[in-house]
């Protein structure tokens, strides 16, 4: 089956180039040059994956991301030559679900593409099914609460494996720090925005071989993290 993207920004060379690309990757691709023709699409087309700019006059990327988050859980690429924490952030909670800050390059926006596509379409994990991670090295089983590396049961904390364990049933989503922190953290706690990065540096410490190049825990400089659920399937990795 070939997968559907509709591509939506009101700048023409973009838009060519994109549709170019994605063509050229086997996509089929529809374009829209705003986002009221972008939402005509969608509910025509029914498109896979949504690749989608947020500067655009009468109607952004935020206000199209909202509007199509009350009707449809499609996956959704924003572009953004904004590359602020709060930008993206805002995009990410607006409902999308990754970001390239432009100019990007082509294979980047490949990449992202077929890894956002390939998380679309896996299976919903089981909430008491074991998570494999790198072909068995890493193993969370949500039953028992343990956690292997190589065959060995890792000492964690209830915080550190809940934190794992939520990033783990998000692998590949970039999830932002306060994200995080307001699921995995109780109201009542004493923590704060830096107990996440307390317990990120915490846990590459006990998961990592090498903690400065993570494999599993990247960190999305100026927003927060990404499980990548196979190492070596993203090219831009990030410490932190």
């Known amino acids: 089956m070939v997968e559907k993207i509709l591509v939506v920004d009101d700048d023409p060379g973009l838009l060519q180039l ?8 086997h996509y089929d691709v529809i374009v829209a040059a705003g986002g009221e023709e972008g939402l005509r699409l ?4 029914k498109p896979h ?15 199209f991301c909202g509007l199509v988050r009350k009707v449809s859980t499609v996956p959704i690429i924003m572009l953004t030559a904004l590359g602020s924490q709060n930008d ?16 990007f390059q082509k294979d980047e926006l490949l990449a992202r593409v077929s890894a956002v596509l390939r998380r679309a379409n896996m299976p919903p994990p089981s909430a008491k099914a074991p998570l494999r991670f790198g072909d068995g090295e890493l193993i969370i089983d949500p039953t028992d609460r343990v956690v292997t590396l190589n065959g060995e049961a890792l000492d964690l904390t209830p915080t ?3 934190l794992l364990l939520f990033m783990a049933h998000r692998a590949g989503r970039i999830l932002s720090t306060e994200f995080i ?8 706690s004493d923590a704060n925005l830096e107990s996440v990065k307390w317990y990120m540096w915490r846990l590459r410490k006990k998961i990592e071989k090498k903690p400065s190049s993570p494999k599993y ?24």
């Open 18 to 25: 994109i549709q170019t690309s994605l063509k050229q990757d």
């Open 42 to 45: 969608l509910s025509e087309t």
């Open 49 to 63: 994956l949504v690749i989608l700019d947020i500067m655009m006059p009468h109607m952004d990327g935020w206000e």
């Open 88 to 103: 993206i952030v805002r995009g990410l909670r607006a409902g999308a679900d990754d970001y390239l800050v432009k100019p």
């Open 160 to 162: 550190e494996f809940d």
């Open 181 to 188: 922190f307001e699921n995995v953290w109780s109201y009542d």
């Open 217 to 240: 825990i990247i960190t999305e400089r100026g927003v927060g993290y990404r499980f990548i659920p196979n190492y070596g399937q993203t090219q831009k990795v990030r410490a932190g």
